[in-house]
């Protein structure tokens, strides 16, 4: 049972446009939500997080959204760069606990 | 970069065979993380350490065992290695375990059992 489901394996988009990645979770004791970066033979790195208590965070071209009603959250990257073709993770950690879960990971194609 | 390290990077081996792999980092982070990467899954939490000592399971742990005799070294043993847990495995730290718990990532070691 997947608490952190990314439904989209894949994603293609052209350099300049805007990048929408999607992530559902189902633990509604899930309080802070992360957004990890891969590329190819390399560990992942932290990228942006938001804790439940805000509905928005920014960061540069990186924007995270939470739906916390409908136990969704979504990155944003505008504009997108071919640097940021990657594998993004979703995560999803609760107070209290030591445990991240991740999701099954979204590759982001950015086509110049 | 956070100072973490794994070693092997690579390694193959055969069913039945023990191997341990070694995660080092030099951030004096109190807690570490091992973590297997497949196709599908995403990563997924196999043992974490809050502690020097002080260790417990995650979501795949059967076949797995952990140790950390300091805070620096966190090893994980496969006792009897199998196909299945051909894998790549990635090392992790963090500050803090709960919330805000941004984790720093090693490079990973690619493990195919035969």
């Known amino acids: 049972d997947q608490q952190v489901k990314q439904n989209s394996p894949s994603l293609s988009v052209q350099e300049g446009r805007i990048s929408i990645l999607n992530c559902d979770y189902t633990n509604s004791m899930f309080d802070y939500f992360l957004w990890y970066k891969k590329y190819p033979a390399e560990g992942p790195t932290f990228l942006i997080s938001i804790s439940s208590i805000k509905d928005k965070n920014e960061d540069g071209r990186f924007t995270v959204f939470l739906n916390k ?3 969704h959250l979504s990155l944003h990257i505008v504009p997108s760069q071919p640097g940021d073709s990657a594998v993004y993770f979703c995560a999803a950690s609760a107070t209290g606990g030591f445990k991240t879960i991740f999701g099954a990971g979204t590759r982001l194609f950015v086509k110049a | 970069d956070a100072g973490i390290t794994q070693s092997p990077r690579h390694k193959v081996t055969e069913t039945g065979t023990p191997v341990t792999l070694r995660c080092h980092q030099t951030e004096n982070h109190r807690y570490m993380y091992w973590y297997r990467q497949d196709p599908g899954h995403g990563l997924r939490l196999i043992h974490y350490s809050y502690g020097v000592k002080d260790t417990d399971k995650g979501e795949v742990s059967d076949g797995y065992s952990v140790s950390r005799s300091k805070t620096e070294d966190f090893l994980l043993t496969l006792e009897s290695a199998t196909s299945s ?11 803090s375990g709960g919330l805000g718990n941004e984790q720093f990532f090693g490079p990973g070691t690619r493990l195919t059992v035969l």
Do not use: L
């Open chain 1, 69 to 71: 009603s409908a136990k």
């Open chain 2, 85 to 95: 847990q051909t894998s790549v495995y990635f090392c992790a730290i963090s500050e």
